[in-house]
């Protein structure tokens, strides 16, 4: 259902998500999304839950702007998996690592983004919704409490 060009389009696009996030860019984040009539939700488990558009890039302009906990992290996708459900839509699954590199160099940490839903617009792949579970191990590290 998918062409080899499609499988590379949508193995840039988690790229594209993760490093604007890391480059402290809300605009180029949001750029990865459909447009917001399309929008079909943000999960992020302790993060918060994103009905909307609006409401997701509004939490990312605060996790990437001054004191927001992107800031000095850098974030990893492996395990791709791209799953095609037609010529216009598949689910993507990757693990998500965490890194700190403002200060000393550790994994602060891991989850992962079960069946994403991906689609293809007019202006290419682009995410339609998506769920973090994040693992366990980070409520350890922070002292939180997993939901």
């Known amino acids: ?4 060009q499609d499988y590379l389009h949508i193995q840039a696009l988690v790229a594209r998500y993760c490093l604007a996030t890391d480059d402290k860019d809300p ?6 999304w459909v447009a917001a009539e399309d929008f079909g939700g943000y999960e992020s488990g302790p993060f918060g839950s994103m009905k909307t558009w609006q409401e997701l890039y509004d939490f990312e302009k ?7 906990m992107a800031n000095g992290k850098r974030h990893q996708a492996t395990n791709l998996l791209i799953e095609p459900v037609s010529a216009t839509e598949a ?20 989850g992962r983004y079960d069946r994403s839903v991906v689609v293809k617009t007019a202006d290419g792949w682009r995410f339609k919704s ?5 693992d366990k191990g980070f409520f ?6 997993h939901g």
């Open 130 to 134: 998506r769920k973090l579970h994040v």
């Open 91 to 110: 689910h993507v699954t990757h693990d998500l690592i965490v890194l700190e590199v403002d200060q000393v160099p550790q994994i602060i940490a891991t």
């Open 1 to 4: 259902m998918l062409d080899s």
């Open 140 to 145: 350890a590290l922070t002292g939180g409490h």
């Open 62 to 68: 605060e996790h990437v702007g001054p004191g927001g």
């Open 27 to 32: 605009d180029g984040f949001m750029a990865c």
